[in-house]
């Protein structure tokens, strides 16, 4: 049977529950008041039961806790996924966005996030989902309501001579 792993010189049970009050993290503060049981002389089943956690898990700790101190006993995030618009892609995305479509060109006179999800694959070869291109149009400080489109041949002159003058507010007929 091997030894224990020892905790470091000068850590006392009352020290590591001080920390542990003070600890935002809940999983630290019940790692912490492990250690505390163990730092008190508590045998390390027990103490790894006081943790929810099995003796080796305990081991775990106790070398985490000495290399990296009490926030060695945080989690650690995980980076996730990395995003599939580049920063390279989203300057692009942004700068056709403020452009606007050519509809000789692009074949649409207003920009929806299915066209630019073809339009992104098209140019970088990177197959994302609506969804992705919303998200990313909004990060950049883009809003999902967007005018009415103008008909490029729309003429100004017919469209003043078709507009109507309206009267006063419509009132109700008197009663009598």
């Known amino acids: 049977m091997g030894t224990a792993v020892r905790l470091r010189e000068g850590v006392s049970g009352t020290g590591l529950r001080r920390e542990a009050a003070r ?19 508590v045998g390390r089943a027990r103490a790894a039961t006081l943790g929810g956690m099995d003796r080796q898990t305990l081991r775990d700790w106790v070398h985490r806790f000495n290399e990296s101190g009490v926030e060695g006993l945080i989690n650690a995030r995980s980076p996730g996924r990395p995003p599939k618009l580049g920063p ?18 692009d074949g649409v006179v207003r ?8 339009a992104v694959e098209e140019r970088f070869g990177v197959d994302c989902d609506e969804d992705t291109i919303g998200r990313a ?26 507009k109507k003058t309206s009267r006063g507010g419509w009132r109700p007929s008197s009663m009598a």
Do not use: I, T, Y
């Not at 993290?25 to 492990?34: E, G, H, I, V, Y």
């Not at 692009?92 to 606007?100: A, F, R, T």
């Open 23 to 41: 600890a935002r993290d809940a999983n630290q503060a019940r790692r912490l008041l492990a250690l505390a049981a163990v730092a008190d002389g």
């Open 88 to 105: 390279e892609q989203r300057a692009w995305l942004k700068g056709v966005v403020e452009k606007g479509p050519d509809p000789a060109s």
């Open 111 to 118: 920009w929806r996030c299915a066209d630019l999800r073809r």
């Open 137 to 162: 149009l909004k990060e950049l400080g883009f809003s999902h309501v967007s005018p009415r489109p103008q008909h490029p041949a729309q003429d100004e002159d017919a469209l003043a001579a078709f």
